[in-house]
């Protein structure tokens, strides 16, 4: 079975600092994790995933997200917050690593504050 | 070109009652998905149409079940709705021809059971 668990239901930043957004995963197979973002009265937008490939993946909108065995971990980062980035967070987890939503597991989300 | 798009936005039903929710694809995909998302929650994944039949599902009760028709297009029917039914509804779609295909979700129903 896999599952993820986001810490921290929000998370506020000031405009301009870091954005760190944490995810942990648990999967016995090899995981496919991905970071969905959605905003009020939208459905999800996919931000970045992670395929094995490499370990540093980048996405849309400056995101990033660094996948790490050891820790098993896939946190989402963004160097400095910009007021449109206010918006709900998903990590999910898949075994298939399209991002096709096929099975996949989501976190319970980050809502994501930016303070001007 | 549309994206996924859903039909209704909201709606409101009375416990027990059945209701039906709709998803168009985005052009050129042949894969539905569909997902609840509790207030608070992350989706969960109900079940998957392709080729109009159901391919995978997910954690929940026969109450809930689904059809795709031959455009591609999908229903998800739920009966005997109870108030822990209230969720918002999204379904997503892909391209059929690989696993490794984005799907994109539509902005989903949001159905309240009263």
């Known amino acids: 079975a896999q599952s993820v668990t986001q810490l921290g239901s929000h998370v506020s930043v000031s405009e301009g600092a870091l954005v760190l957004l944490r995810c942990n995963y648990s999967?016995?197979?090899?995981?496919?994790l991905f970071w969905y973002v959605q905003y009020p009265n939208q459905g999800l937008q996919l931000l970045l995933k992670?395929?094995?490939?490499?370990?540093l993946v980048k996405g849309i909108n400056g995101f990033e997200a660094e996948f790490k065995k050891s820790e098993t971990s896939f946190h989402l980062t963004k160097p400095s917050a910009h007021m449109s980035d206010a918006a709900e967070y998903f990590c999910?987890?898949?075994?298939?690593?399209?991002?096709?939503?096929?099975?996949?597991?989501f976190g319970k989300g980050t809502h994501l504050i930016i303070q001007p | 070109d549309a994206g996924v798009t859903q039909s209704p936005t909201h709606l409101i039903k009375t416990r027990g009652q059945q209701v039906t929710l709709r998803c168009s694809p985005k052009?050129?995909?042949?894969?539905v998905s569909w997902y609840q998302q509790a207030l608070g929650q992350g989706p969960q994944f109900i079940f998957q149409?392709?080729?109009?039949?159901?391919?995978q599902r997910g954690n929940f009760p026969d109450r809930f079940s689904g059809h795709q028709f031959p455009n591609y297009s999908s229903e998800l029917n739920v009966n005997a709705l109870l108030l822990g039914d209230s969720a918002l509804y999204l379904c997503?779609?892909?391209?059929?021809?690989?696993?490794?295909?984005?799907?994109?979700f539509g902005q989903g129903t949001r159905l309240t059971v009263v």
């Open positions: 997503a779609t892909r391209r059929a021809d690989s696993m490794n295909t984005e799907a994109f």
């Open positions: 999967s016995s197979v090899p995981p496919y």
């Open positions: 992670y395929t094995s490939a490499a370990t």
């Open positions: 052009s050129g995909h042949d894969t």
């Open positions: 999910a987890v898949s075994p298939y690593s399209g991002g096709g939503a096929d099975g996949l597991t």
């Open positions: 149409y392709y080729e109009e039949e159901e391919r």
